[in-house]
């Protein structure tokens, strides 16, 4: 077991990020190709074991009673009759639930997973319309779903801001927008714009959205003693478990969180108030209890995207370059969390203009706190950036892709930083190639069938590479030859176990039968969260530095006998199950040979991955192309999506066939939010009214086509792998190229999302 | 109560209030079948009751004594997966896996409807002797099962092959129905 220390860092042979490369970058293998998904044929089956499938014996079921105002006080809360109800064990309420400490806001601390700081379930406080009140335990679910129907509770109101109209009268400037400044000036960007020759100045609108991954929320916990196990459905374990144990006041080895499938996440499965409810639950039953929320209870306890208010304004010159570029706006929040959905970052690198100004603002309100959703930011800023782009290139008579090439940036616009690696305009190019764009008519209305308009569309998608530090990883390799690596990640249907094993393969230079990935257990080291398209990059930085670890080791263990005597580090390779000189063929000896000569079952190593210097570096995301092509009935105003294409620049793709998956996933969000997808909050009562998947339209089988992958597989220099991470890209710009499209088939800009019948009528 | 799941007689004591899919998860174990929304409008728990698929769900429980009850647990054969699961792992019919026993119930009902000439609601000829199998009857057929990640081309791609490889006569029912039959 070894950690790195700074000075080793600077070893000879050690990856030093934004110095040297990753040796990955240039080595093949099992890399890329299209393997099938590992854990494929347990999911085909009904074994894999997901958070509410683990059996305990003793075990109880709980269910919800939700608050049904928005702000105020409980004055009465009537337990007798849920408590009276056949097989009722216990009703908890805010009056004899254990003492919890508050979570921390994610982000906080090394360990904050809390969505929101607010207490759960300590006091009669109601901070929103949905909150829990009471949790009923009992013999069967079905006991404990009427009992929860026969609480009864009296509440005393306080004014509450369930408006969005009213809040945004009272707007609040964040110190920062997750880490960056909130406000960005070049130059005086509404002068240049007042002195444009070409102008465009919109307000664009996106709703409120939640993930509905088809998996319910849920968690089987059970105590024993001090020791707390909880089978969650997760995607920040380690956090998950680190939060918990401060919650409950435990040492943070005595909390063990697992969680090997998740049946989507998206953003939404962190650190809710029901696995908190049910370890509280839990301890003062001194039962095993299994929490799955209702469909309803997944909208009225784990928040979604929030609401935005944009505006951009772009003021052009004659020959489509930008003199001035303006984002602004502001989304709905709350006062205890910390999700500002940084819908401003994209222009922040996207685009060359002369003069920019970025700022965006919170209003408060009376709500379930908002979370990140799939691209938080990007996905619905996009939307308005893209949006207005198109109305400029159409103001201008210019394409759209050849305006985006005239504002081509050669450095980062905001903040000078170098690219590491981008290829947007390419990635147009062989998309505006294969989807034949060429076919588009620049005037709208002018393909037709039948009573069918037909337009295209394009937008950039984008979306940042980020690499988070504080994952660790460990390698195991036995004296069969056969390699396990460990680290507490998460694959909730990215493909992160069949990728991993595939970059394990190709890094160590065994066959990928020989590999296993284990992950999805705190008991592993340190993982880093799934989210925000940073997991495989950070596992890869963890996996480098454990792999430099295990050859040096090797390399002791190998000692003078072997034809690898006297080199170090930087002088070797890993290929063909073993070590080898760089430009010495003969000088090699496999790992089965060095463990067995030095006596050893096994060998094991252990690293943390270094700090992400190249995000300080380099200016680093991820680039793509999106391509639409709508009908839409003169008649009815139906939007359908005939063809869809996404080209994407994201780096080094790990595998053919589960990146081009979740580029198509992402995409088909996309169109959900494009087209269909809105959760309706009640501006009165501050209460989610489509708590329901017939209400809430996520897109079915036949809103969605034939989608087109492509993407230019060039490798990050600055990542390990060259990967920059995809399962956010997918979702950015979809909504504007589908609006673009809408124009270009009606002539009607729909700014205000989604774009229902009733906009287009 | 007394079921037939999976080709096995089963008997269980449950809450006559049980939804099918609560029984079969909660008190039966098999927790192959999903729950999503609980009011039938994600199909993750479809399951086939004498091969006509069905949403387990929106099912009272002592209903369906008596009846032949196929869960995804019970579609391969001898440890060997029913091709229309093999398919679903080559196309990479889905990321989660969670909607994915309900897709693979669904499809093989759907199968039998189409066997059975049953139109849908974008069936050109309601009076043709055979519905004609394109992708948009396979998505219309289709769409009463949500899948979140998006996996709806390889879901598409894996029904369209295995219904290809399987003549008329044979449709890809579970290997106990087709020994039933």
Known sequence: MSMQSESA??????????????????????LGQPVSRIDGPLKVQGKARFAAEFPYDGLCYAALAFSTIARGRITALDTTAAEAAPGVVLVMTHRNAPRMKAPSLMMSSPTAAGASDLPVMQDDEIHWNGQPIAVVLAETQEQADHAASLVRADYAPLPAVTSFDEAKKSPRQLDNLLGQPPVVEIGDAEAALKA???QV??????????????????????????EL????????????????????????DKVRVSSPFVGGGFGGKCLWDHQILACAAARLAGRPVRIMLSREGVFRIVGGRTLTEQRVALGASADG??????????AAMTTHNSCPEQFTFPARHLYAAKSIRLAQEVADMDMLANTFMRAPGESVGTFALECAIDELADKLGLDPIELRRRIEPETDPTSGKPFSSRHLIDAYEKGAERFGWDRRSPTPRQRRDGEWLIGMGCATATYPYHRFPGGAARIRLTAGGQVTVSTAVHDMGMGTATAQAQHIAARLGVPLNQVSFEYGDTTLPRGVIAGGSTQTASIGGAVIAATEVFVEELLKLAGNDSPLAGLSLAEVETRDGGIGHRDDAARFESYESILRRSGRDELVCEADAPPPAEMEAFSMHSYGAQFCEVRVSEITGEVRVSRFLGSFDAGRIL????????????????????????????????RIVNASLADYHVPVQMDVPAIEILYTDIPDPQAPMGARGIGEIGITGVGAAVANAVYNATGKRIRDLPITLDKLM | MNFTINGQSVEVEADIRSSLLDLLRNSLGFTGTKKGCDQGACGACTVLVDGERINSCLALAVQYQGRSITTVEGLGSDGALHPLQQAFVEHDGFQCGYCTPGQLCSAIGMAREIERNVPSVVTADLTAASVTVDETELRERMSGNL??????????????????????????ASSHERARA
Not at chain 1, 321 to 330: F, Q, R, S, Y
Not at chain 2, 157 to 172: D, F
């Open chain 1, 9 to 30: 860092n600077t070893r000879p042979g050690r990856w030093q990020p934004a110095v040297t490369q990753d040796p990955m970058l240039h080595k093949h293998g099992a």
């Open chain 1, 196 to 198: 444009a020759a070409v």
């Open chain 1, 201 to 226: 100045d919109q307000i664009y609108r996106t709703p409120r959205h939640n993930h509905n991954a088809i998996e319910l929320h849920a968690a089987t916990v059970a105590w024993t003693g001090d």
């Open chain 1, 229 to 252: 196990r909880v089978h969650d459905a997760s995607q920040l374990l380690d956090l998950t478990a680190g939060q918990l144990a401060d919650i409950f006041g435990l040492e943070s």
């Open chain 1, 321 to 330: 370059n930008l003199d001035a570029l303006i984002h602004t706006g502001i």
């Open chain 1, 655 to 686: 595998n053919a066939k589960t990146a081009t998956s979740q580029f198509k996933g992402g995409i088909i969000m996309g169109i959900g939010l494009a087209l269909t997808e809105e959760t309706n909050f009640d501006p009165r009562s501050g």
């Open chain 2, 147 to 172: 899948c979140r990640c998006g996996a709806y081309n390889g879901i598409i791609e894996a029904i369209s092959e295995t219904l290809a490889e399987t003549s008329a006569s044979q449709t890809p």
